[in-house]
T-cell receptor, first 111, second 110 residues
Framework: GEDVEQSLFLSVREGDSSVINCTYT??????LYWYKQEPGAGLQLLTY?????DMKQDQRLTVLLNKKDKHLSLRIADTQTGDSAIYFC???????????FGKGTMLLVSP | SQTIHQWPATLVQPVGSPLSLECTVE??????LYWYRQAAGRGLQLLFY??????ISSEVPQNLSASRPQDRQFILSSKKLLLSDSGFYLC?????????FGEGSWLTVV
């Protein structure tokens, strides 16, 4: 079966880099995603990576994928107070069209 | 461009009352559609997904049901709500292996 694990909480200072980590168990994962959820809102897709990639960069966001260890990370450079939110890691298994989510990491950015 | 609409945004319902949450997608045809629930503790649970009109897959046994009467319409229903049905319900759709979410519906069962 599949399972996605994330640390529950991360606190950083404004201007620092944030690194949110995620591990998954199913080696059949094809796509891996990061979503952001602000209080009371739906999930916003931030970025995704195909399992045949090691890294993807999109402005302040960098996704690193270690397939051997089944480890995914999201790095946010120059973290701002507006980045405070819950960040969800999710995987989509080959042959399926549904996502399995981690429980989310709450990022708190202090001034 | 494609958009997803979900309503109502919030509702408070008594135990035993019925429920209907509606979701529509614009700008695409034959999307995969999903209902997720986010209860206390933040985890997202897949409730139903649909690959076409009248085709519903249920992931979790419960007193909820889903229907897809039209290609771009997905409805979540209950005949009698339980306290444990309270939560944040999210509709989503799939475009080329990327799933996009609506703004969600807050349900409080009292």
């Amino acid at each position: 079966g599949e399972d996605v694990e994330q640390s529950l909480f991360l606190s950083v200072r404004e201007g620092d880099s944030s690194v949110i980590n995620c591990t998954y168990t199913d080696s059949s994962s094809t796509y891996l995603y990061w979503y952001k959820q602000e209080p009371g809102a739906g999930l916003q897709l931030l970025t995704y990576i195909f399992s045949n990639m090691d890294m993807k960069q999109d402005q302040r966001l960098t996704v690193l994928l270690n397939k051997k260890d089944k480890h995914l990370s999201l790095r946010i450079a120059d973290t701002q107070t507006g980045d405070s939110a819950i960040y969800f890691c999710a995987e989509m298994i080959t042959g399926y069209s549904t996502l399995t989510f981690g429980k989310g990491t709450m990022l708190l950015v202090s001034p | 461009s494609q958009t997803i609409h979900q309503w109502p945004a919030t509702l408070v319902q008594p135990v035993g009352s019925p429920l209907s949450l509606e979701c529509t997608v614009e700008g695409t045809s034959n999307p995969n559609l999903y209902w997720y629930r986010q209860a206390a503790g933040r985890g997202l649970q897949l409730l139903f997904y649909s690959v076409g009109i009248g085709q519903i897959s249920s992931e979790v046994p419960q007193n909820l049901s889903a229907s897809r009467p039209q290609d771009r319409q997905f409805i979540l229903s209950s005949k009698k709500l339980l306290l444990s049905d309270s939560g944040f319900y999210l509709c989503a759709w799939n475009l080329r292996n990327t799933i996009y979410f609506g703004e969600g519906s807050w349900l409080t069962v009292v």
